[in-house]
Each structure stands twice: as structure tokens, then as C-alpha cells.
């Protein structure tokens, strides 16, 4: 037994040294991708136990023996029961711990064969003392998250390997996979958008291609790609400035065909929105730049609402910016307006509709002070403009409105230089003379214009005037009414047409000359008419046809002529025709009717007769007749109101007002009226300051 341990304790494997063992420096206890596979370990064999010693020669039996003698053998010799027990079991003992010891070197061999050695710890990598293969390890180990910082840390960890060492080609091999995929991911940030990223990055690896053309001309092609989408952008831009909406969307869409996934997506899309929200602020502010063109308070509101929703961000923001601020001296210029023109509540109107978002509070206020002035200025008394004058004057040389205030205040001062002449003027026309009115009309005309008394003046001028020329053409026109109803008619046209157009009874004495060729025409072509009528009665329908041809076509009466004259043809083919029945000659005829009412001579009467005589048709043979009555009873009408005149205006009017609108002297009745009137209601003074 103690030679089997001795021969167990003499067993030892074959050591070798390191440069028995090739690679033994790159394979440290663990297997790296790619290197040569780890030399096998020795076998640990266990030694056999020794042979059994030969067993001693056994002498010939005895003849006691070999005949069977019965002779006990001799006695065993005394041994310790130590012996004893080895003597018996000594040999299974060393057999079954030869068994065990043999086992327990086979499993922990096989045990130090299967053990994987423990993984490196890679964030904690000291280099200078790191093997090859763990640098590739860890290298491998930081490439495969495929990021651009894992991947340069990974040709960080193996870069400085010397071409001679057994890894360089291998290591060469990975460094030209992690710098495509470099490359690529350079690629992707170029069409992600990060252009400077993917050019830093393609710099950082461009020493590990045999060929850096390669590099840089993918970063040649970058920057151009990218030039182009910027030129593309800028061109677009500028076109968006100049309102050529239709070629900056075209210009835009240069970018979907760049081959860059940044420009032709996401910029693109960016630009196409932006475009969009510019063409509908740019069309929201023309019609704001509309509204502001054309003036009033509603669209200069607008406007500025309108303006206001365009947000800082927008290529519009300035433009609108410039619109608010000129709208809001529309605003001011509008109420300063209204307020020159005495409209204060207008001016009020305005103030109070400005938006407190303006910054116009001390325009407001000052706006405010010149519209109570201007309130008490539009009394029209001299006080009421010297105390607009005095509230106006609080308004200091540092308030944004002095000047319009220092305007306003001129204004009312010719105001109360101009009610002086104004009054002068007045007193004069008082008179009512032709001489008195040309010196009130010359007093006024010293008003000058401008001025808050320039319109009051004007209006008096214009009335002054018009009596004037009534005053001076009155006794013509009476005149030429004289000898129309005398019957005259060519002496009262004549005394009519010396009234001069323009002059205030110059349209008055027109008509009235219409109407006297009217009716000096029909008395010229009514005979013909009668006796052509009478001609028809007795059945003469030729003669009297003969007569209506003479009337010549433009006479006033040659419609009526034509009409009878195809009345009597057709009664010559049918005289008995109960259509055309003859006038008795017994029964009263309508003019006859209304002369017999005329001849009351009172104003009803004359009103009931022209009434009567007004309904004889124009194709009635008496219609000539009737019509030259009508004026006979018109101009009588108002003989009778001049008479009523002395003792009652007011009945005096309403008489003249029953003259018919188509008589003769319809014209003379409204002037007679207005003269009337003027006395009844005397024109308004201006009170005293």
C-alpha cells in the first residue's frame, strides 16, 4: 500500500513552458472569436497498482499427507489482531482506495477541462496591460450595440496593434466592417438631417480606408446634395416674399427629388406647411390693406382685428405691424375729421371704439377734451365758441393732440369773426329790397371758407340769391302771364324767354312757355280738328280725312289726327256703325257743364269747374277748348288769391296751391307761394354772443 502512494506521489504531468505553448498569451482562459483553437490539456492517467509477489515454491506432501495422515498441523504463531486485520483485509482495502483515487483524479481533471474561464471586465480595461484577445473581445463586444460612439470605441480598443501580431489580420479584418458600418451610420445622420455629425464622423474614420477618396467623396456628395436643398429653400423663400405663391410651391417642391430623406420629407413638408400659413396670412392682410384703403370706422376695425391674429412667429408679423400703426392714425385722423366738421358725437363714436390694445390712451384722452369743447361750440353762440375755446386750451404743448387742439381753436375764432359778419349781413337782407339783398349777399361772400360759419353763409347766399332773381324777374314773368291770358300767347313767350337760365324762375317760366306753344298750337290745328269733327257728323268722312292730312307729323296733335282718320275710314265702309253714335246736339257737353260752374266766379267754383274740364279726353273735340279754360280758370284762381292775400296769407296759399300742376300758371302760383311763405316764416337770426 505504501508503495502505491509512493508510486501515485511520483506522477506528475509534463509542465511546459510559455514558449512551449504557442499562443499562450492570446488564449488566457478563454476562447476569442475568430483565434486558433487551445492546445488539449494532458491526460492525468492513474499508475496500475504492482503485481502480486510470486508465490513461494511448495515442497512434495509428505507421505503423512499423501496417505491420508490425520496429524494436526502445527500451531499458527501468536499475531497482533492489528496484523491479523491487515493480514486479512489489507489487500481489498488498497484496491478500493486505489479505485477512489484514480476516480477522484479523473473528475477533477474533467472538472478543470469544462470550467469556462470568467468573462473580462471590459468598462475596466487597462490597456497597456491588456491582452490582444481581450481587447478583441471587448472590441467585438462594443461593436455589436451598433452605435457610433461603441463602434469608435471598438477601433479605439485594437487600432494600435503592430502588423506583426498573429491578431493584425483578423483585427484589419473587423476595423473594415465597423468602419462601413461607421460609414453607414454617417449616412443615415446625413439623411436624418445632421449633416456637420455625419461629416465629423466620416472624418473620424477616414484613415482606416485603404482609399480615402472613398470618404471623401461621399462627403463631396453630402455637401452638395445639401447645398442644393439650401439654394432650393432659399429661392423658394424668396419667391414667398414677392406674393409668386404658385412658383414658390413648385420652387418647394425641388426638394422631394433630392437624394436626401431630411429634405425631401420632413424639411419639405416644413416649407410646404409654412408656405401655406404664409399664402393665407398674405391673403388675410391684403384684404386688411383692402379695408384700410378704403377708410370708415367699420374697416379700419377690421383691419386691425384682422391684422392683430398674425402671430409674431409669421413672415407677415412686420407688414401687419406697419398696417396696425397706420391705421391707428386713420383712427385719430377720422375723429379729428368729425370733430372739424361739428360732429362730436361721431368723434365719441370713434373713441370709444378703439381697442385699449392700440396704446392710445393719451390720444383717447385728449380726443375726448376736444369733443366736449367741440359740443359746446356746436350751440353756434358766440359764448359757446369762446368756452369750446377755453376747454381746448387745457390740452399743454406735450399732449400728442396739441396741434389739432391749436387747429380747433383757429377754427372757432374765425368762427366768431365770421358770426359778426354773418349778423351784418342778416340786418341787411332784412329789407328785402334788390339793393339790400346784393349788400347781404356781398357781406356773407366775406366768409371765408373753411370756416365753421362758411356753410351757414353759403346756404343764406343761396336763398338771398333766389329771392334776388324772383324780385327781378317777377314782374316779367307776370307780365308774360298778363298777356297769356289775354290770349296772347306769342307776346307772353316772348315776355317769358327775356328770364334768364339759371335764375330762380327760370325753370317756372320754361314751362309755362311749353305750355303756351302747347296751346298755341292747338288753337292753330284745333279748328282743324273741329271742322274735320263736324265734317264726320254730317257724313263727309273725305273732307274731313282731307283736313286731318294737313297736320303735319311733330305737331302735338298729330297722334289724335292719325287716330280718327283710321276711325273715319273704317266708318266710311260702315256708316251705320253703332261704335261711333252721333252728338245730340241737345244734351249738354262736359266743357259746357264746367263753364256753367266757372261762371259762379268763386274759388271752389273755378276748382269744380277745371275739375270738370280735366276729364274731357284728349280725342274729344272739345279737348282744345277745355285746355285753354283750364287756364283762363287757373290764372283766375290766382288773381283771387293775391286778392285774399291782403287779409290772410295762409288762405291765400292754399288757394294759389289749387292751381293745376298743367296749367299755365301753375308756375306763377308756386313762386307767389314761396314769396308767401318766406314772409310767413322769416329766416332764423343768429343769437348774439
Not at 68 to 94: C, H, M, V, Y
Request: hydrophobic letters at 40%; a neutral charge.
Amino acid at each position: 500500500m505504501e508503495q502505491v502512494m509512493k508510486s501515485n506521489s511520483n506522477y506528475s504531468p509534463k509542465s511546459l513552458s510559455p514558449q512551449d505553448q504557442p499562443g499562450q498569451g492570446l488564449n488566457d482562459g478563454f476562447h476569442i472569436i475568430g483565434s486558433r483553437p487551445r492546445p488539449p490539456l494532458p491526460r492525468v492517467v492513474a499508475p496500475l497498482p504492482p503485481p502480486p509477489p510470486p508465490a513461494p515454491p511448495q515442497s512434495p506432501p509428505k507421505a503423512r499427507e499423501v496417505i491420508g495422515d490425520k496429524t494436526p498441523p502445527p500451531p499458527e504463531p501468536n499475531l497482533s489482531p492489528r496484523r491479523r486485520f491487515l493480514q486479512q483485509w489489507g489487500w481489498p482495502i488498497a484496491g478500493v482506495a486505489l479505485v477512489l483515487t484514480t476516480s477522484g483524479v479523473g473528475l477533477i481533471a474533467t472538472a478543470m477541462l469544462l470550467k469556462l474561464p470568467s468573462a473580462p471586465n471590459c468598462p475596466g480595461i487597462f490597456l497597456p496591460t491588456a491582452s490582444a484577445s481581450m481587447r478583441l473581445y471587448c472590441a467585438q463586444l462594443a461593436a455589436s450595440k451598433g452605435t457610433a460612439a461603441d463602434l469608435l470605441e471598438a477601433v479605439r480598443l485594437v487600432q494600435s496593434l503592430p502588423p506583426n501580431h498573429p491578431l493584425y489580420p483578423e483585427i484589419q479584418r473587423y476595423l473594415e466592417v465597423w468602419s462601413q458600418d461607421l460609414l453607414q451610420l454617417g449616412e443615415e445622420k446625413f439623411h436624418n438631417g445632421e449633416l456637420n455629425e455625419a461629416i465629423a464622423l466620416a472624418r473620424q474614420i477616414s484613415h482606416y480606408f485603404d482609399n480615402p477618396t472613398l470618404i471623401n467623396d461621399t462627403i463631396a456628395r453630402w455637401q452638395k446634395i445639401w447645398d442644393e436643398g439650401e439654394e432650393i429653400i432659399a429661392q423658394t423663400i424668396a419667391l414667398k416674399a414677392e406674393g409668386a405663391w404658385g412658383q414658390a410651391f413648385q420652387m418647394a417642391a425641388g426638394l422631394t427629388r433630392l437624394s436626401n430623406r431630411y429634405f425631401a420629407t420632413q424639411r419639405y413638408d416644413q416649407l410646404f406647411e409654412e408656405l401655406t400659413f404664409a399664402q393665407q396670412e398674405s391673403k388675410q392682410l391684403d384684404e386688411s390693406f383692402a379695408q384700410l384703403e378704403r377708410g370708415g370706422l367699420d374697416n379700419l376695425l377690421k383691419a386691425i382685428a384682422s391684422a392683430r391674429q398674425i402671430p409674431p412667429t409669421s413672415s407677415a408679423y412686420n407688414e401687419a405691424q406697419t398696417l396696425i400703426n397706420e391705421a391707428k392714425k386713420k383712427l385719430v385722423a377720422l375723429a379729428m375729421e368729425r370733430l372739424r366738421n361739428g360732429n362730436a358725437s361721431g368723434a365719441m363714436d370713434v373713441v370709444n371704439q378703439i381697442p385699449a390694445a392700440l396704446g392710445l390712451n393719451a390720444e383717447i384722452r385728449d380726443l375726448t377734451t376736444l369733443a366736449d369743447a367741440a359740443t359746446v361750440a356746436s350751440f353756434g353762440a358766440q359764448v359757446n365758441y369762446e368756452d369750446a375755446i377755453a376747454t381746448a386750451q387745457e390740452i399743454s404743448t406735450n399732449r400728442p393732440l396739441y396741434r389739432e387742439a391749436q387747429e380747433l381753436i383757429g377754427l372757432w375764432r374765425q368762427a366768431i369773426e365770421g358770426g359778426v359778419r354773418l349778423d351784418a349781413a342778416i340786418a341787411l337782407a332784412r329789407e328785402g329790397s334788390i339793393r339790400a339783398l346784393d349788400a347781404a349777399i356781398a357781406q356773407a361772400r366775406t366768409i371765408q371758407p373753411n370756416t365753421p360759419r362758411h356753410g351757414q353763409a353759403q346756404s343764406l347766399i343761396r336763398d338771398w340769391s333766389r329771392q334776388r332773381e324772383i324780385l327781378a324777374d317777377q314782374p316779367k314773368l307776370d307780365t308774360a302771364n298778363r298777356l297769356a291770358n289775354e290770349g296772347n300767347l306769342e307776346g307772353a313767350i316772348r315776355q317769358a324767354q327775356q328770364i334768364s337760365t339759371g335764375h330762380g324762375l327760370a325753370n317756372q317760366a320754361q314751362r309755362q312757355i311749353q305750355g303756351w306753344q302747347r296751346d298755341l298750337e292747338a288753337r292753330e290745328t284745333q279748328p282743324q280738328l273741329d271742322r274735320a269733327n263736324a265734317l264726320a257728323q254730317q257724313g263727309r268722312y273725305n273732307e274731313a280725312i282731307a283736313i286731318l292730312q294737313e297736320i303735319p307729323r311733330g305737331n302735338r296733335f298729330y297722334n289724335e289726327a292719325q287716330r280718327r282718320l283710321r276711325e273715319w275710314q273704317q266708318q266710311q265702309s260702315s256708316p251705320s256703325n253703332p261704335a261711333n253714335p252721333p252728338v245730340s246736339p241737345s244734351s249738354p257737353t262736359p266743357l259746357e257743364q264746367a263753364q256753367r260752374q266757372a261762371q259762379v266766379g268763386t274759388p271752389e267754383a273755378l276748382q269744380r269747374a277745371i275739375a270738370q274740364a280735366q276729364q274731357i279726353p284728349r280725342n274729344s273735340s272739345q279737348f282744345g277748348a277745355a285746355r285753354q279754360n283750364i287756364n283762363q280758370w287757373s290764372a283766375a284762381l290766382l288773381n283771387l288769391a293775391r286778392q285774399r292775400a291782403s287779409s290772410s296769407l295762409s288762405e291765400a296759399i292754399a288757394i294759389a296751391r289749387s292751381v293745376p300742376v298743367d296749367s299755365a300758371s301753375y308756375n306763377a302760383a308756386q313762386a307767389q307761394i314761396a314769396t308767401w311763405e318766406a314772409t310767413l316764416n322769416p329766416l332764423p337770426t343768429i343769437p348774439e354772443g
